[in-house]
């Protein structure tokens, strides 16, 4: 018996410790934060980003939206690389990981949709950026390099499988943009193809032709209804970027409108310009500050940002129908489509009046105005200007189609500065990918890394 005793003592206790280590395991896990995210959390994690694809001072400068009244010289086009790494270790890996683990087809689509939109404005502001080897983790922590090129090829494919892939009568929890809507995925996923086509006017027509029709075909936003926006709440865990910038203590009042923009705008009584900037202090009325100025500014004689844009719950709009109104202006005015070009161009100003003001009733006498009624002979010029005051605040993008159109012709050169026609890739990457990094600069700019290469897409 002695011998027996003393094994099963030790198993005995064995037994007893294992079961208090699960014990204690199990007391140690919170049931509601999961070690292992789920996909509807990866991909509304991914949502919450969204809002830093627009909202962001040097977005605007690239638009020359707005112009600095305090800390003129970060608005004077520095030389110096910006980092592209957040978007790759934050929603980008949240949603490929999401389209790993996804459990239904929309979860996995979503995830697809999101992935590539994030990836179309990385490209679009740096050029040839990691692509097909990226957000491979340890596997692989030195990616190549894709062209610009190949990245909107698999972009195109990528939505419009993702858009098929969508099962309508179903959902997807934890939505914070469309609550689960599968239809407004499928037109948000046709949209981007829709306005990715546009972006290669001048590269490569034939292509953008094709993809611009296929998608339009496919079906695309049809009311202000679609609008992929992001909603910010009154509340300081969501607040919009520009209350806590602005109104949070200390009180800063640093950002005014542009002469540029006001410009574009005040002459004709635009409706949208009291939403956009609030009167100047000092004698009422709207007036610009010079872009760039270094000496005369303030902020008692010119049109600070509106309290409307930097409300706490002020909503960011990412990508709306007027935009793809305005697109779908530009592609028949390029015969491209059959569509009416002036038709489109009317309901694009008036569903951009409407959205930002919400009251689209003065929309008649504004585009009575000679210089704002259609003209067939000078259709792009006026189309895009139209888009450029469409797309205030989502400076990344107007700054993309000035690249590509030239419009508005009225931006300026702060100091001699040209507007940048890229962001140049921050100085780690040099030290973290050295031999992919040399290589993507030599094939793109010829060893310069500087925010004047020009992208494939950007035509002289």
Not at 219 to 236: C, I, M, P, Y
Not at 272 to 283: K, S
């Amino acid at each position: 018996m002695k011998k027996l005793f003393i094994p099963i003592t030790l198993i005995a206790f064995a037994i007893f410790s294992s079961c208090d280590l699960v014990e204690f395991n199990n007391i140690n896990n919170n049931p509601n934060q999961p070690s292992d995210a789920a996909a509807p959390q990866l991909i509304a994690n991914a949502m919450l980003s969204l809002p830093g694809l627009s909202s962001s001072p040097n977005a605007q400068y690239m638009a020359q939206y707005l112009a600095e009244t305090q800390y003129v010289d970060a608005s004077l086009y520095p030389e110096g690389g910006t980092s592209f790494y957040g978007w790759y270790q934050g929603p980008l890996v949240n949603l490929k990981t999401a389209e790993e683990v996804a459990t239904t087809e929309n979860q996995k689509a979503v995830a697809r949709i999101l992935k590539a939109y994030i990836f179309w404005n990385v490209t679009d502001r740096w050029g040839d950026i990691p692509y097909s080897e990226a957000l491979q983790g340890t596997e692989e922590f030195t990616p190549v390099y894709d062209t610009q090129e190949s990245i909107y090829e698999d972009l195109f494919a990528e939505l419009k499988a993702a858009a098929d892939q969508i099962d309508q009568s179903g959902s997807l929890s934890n939505d914070i943009i469309y609550e689960g809507d599968m239809g407004k995925w499928v037109k948000f996923s046709n949209s981007l193809r829709l306005l990715m086509a546009l972006r290669l006017s001048e590269v490569n027509a034939s292509l953008a032709e094709t993809e611009f029709n296929d998608a339009l075909n496919d079906g695309v936003f049809t009311s202000n209804e679609d609008n992929f926006l992001f909603q910010h709440l009154a509340d300081a865990n969501n607040q919009n970027y520009w209350y806590g910038q602005i109104v949070d203590p200390p009180i800063r009042e640093w950002w005014a409108l542009t002469v540029s923009l006001v410009d574009l705008m005040d002459p004709y009584n635009d409706p949208r310009l009291p939403v956009y900037g609030n009167e100047v202090r000092n004698g009422g009325g709207y007036a610009g500050l010079q872009f760039g100025e270094e000496d005369s500014i303030g902020t008692e004689d010119f049109s600070l940002l509106g309290s409307d844009i930097y409300a706490q719950d002020a909503p960011v709009y990412l990508v709306t129908y007027a935009e793809v109104l305005f697109a779908r202006a530009e592609a028949a005015a390029l015969n491209w489509t059959t569509e009416d070009p002036a038709t489109n161009y009317n309901d694009a100003i008036e569903n951009s009046i409407a959205q930002w003001t919400g009251d689209a009733s003065q929309a008649t006498a504004y585009l009575a105005q000679p210089d704002i009624t259609f003209d067939p002979g000078n259709a792009v010029e006026q189309i895009s200007t139209q888009r450029y005051i469409h797309l205030f605040m989502h400076g990344y993008q107007a700054w993309a189609e000035w690249r590509r159109t030239g419009y508005p012709d009225n931006l300026v050169q702060p100091n001699g500065n040209a507007v940048p026609l890229r962001q140049s890739y921050t100085s780690d990457e040099a030290l973290n990918n050295t031999e992919n990094y040399e290589e993507a600069i030599q094939r793109q700019f010829g060893g310069e890394n500087s925010i004047y290469g020009r992208l494939w897409w950007d035509q002289d």
